[in-house]
């Protein structure tokens, strides 16, 4: 008995929707991507058809016809890290509302794949690309082939690329400054890195606090503690352990305050009796500890809703001046800071 063939899936035309609806092709067309005019009457009855029947858009085929589509790229640095979920999630949000699809790619921390995960973004035909970038190539590639480019929680090109971020170094000296004025002056910074905007401007705003109050600064306590949480954990143990210990730590991150929170507890040490613990970020493990974290929240949803606007306004005027988008912070006080052990 010989096997049965599968019939191949026929997919439902335009012009299947338009003759159902009682519209012309074009007014279909209209319709349902929202380009141009349709009567709002004419534009519910072609769309509740569309669906009846199982139309749905070929975006590649209008992607290849207009050389360019609705979908916009969103490259991030480590979807893993819960502020990188929450800033696609604020994106994918915001594009829905334009009625525009999301590409995403996720580095997971891998630096050197940046160019070629731009490279794939380009060849999906999006119309612009919103990123946390990791180097400068990133702007100067997409530039160069004329593809708009939003850079979001850190920036690279100030001069040439709009970008959406937060004022890190005035942040961190406004958290910097709450340790100082409860007496710690031995405070120590765990950061990731500073050769990207955001590290660079926190450990800024770390020392302007203490050259504010004129106050010694040790500099064995700035500490680059890695990526992770297991590297931070490591890196806070070495300067907790130390005979002359810190009496506060500020983690310039949500990873980094992991990290010095499971160094404390393993050590035996009391927050905030025996350390203080200031962050940066926030994680949902932050308000479930106790005390919970005191840290410099930012909202990564409204960055990525704010990048997204930024991206369509680029895209309808690519001559318009480059602008940078500055988004607040707020302090918020869960109980680890306290004043410094007699």
Known sequence: MSEQRRQPIVRPTIREVAHAAGVSRSTASRALSGNGYAAPEVRERVRAVAKE??????VTARSLKQRTSRSVGLLVSDLRNVFYAALASGIGEEARAHGRTVVLVDLRGDEKDELAAAETLVGSRV????ATPVSAQLSEYLGRIGVPLIEVDRRFDAEATDAVVVDNRAAARDTTTRLLKAGHQRI??????????????????????FEARKLRLDDSLIVQAGWDADEAKDAALRILSRPDRPTAVFAANNV????TWRAA???GLRIPEDVSIAGFDEAPWMSMVHPGVSTRVQ????LGAAALRALLERIESPDAPVRTIVMPTVFVDRGSIAAPPE
Do not use: H, K, M, N
């Open 127 to 130: 119309s612009g690309v919103i």
């Open 265 to 267: 507890s393993e050590l």
């Open 256 to 259: 980094l305050a992991e990290g």
């Open 188 to 209: 120590a910074l765990l950061i990731d890195e500073t050769e990207w905007t955001t590290g660079e401007e926190r450990q800024r705003g770390f020392i302007d606090a």
């Open 53 to 58: 029947i199982g139309y749905v858009v070929d």
């Open 299 to 302: 909202d990564p949803g409204a």
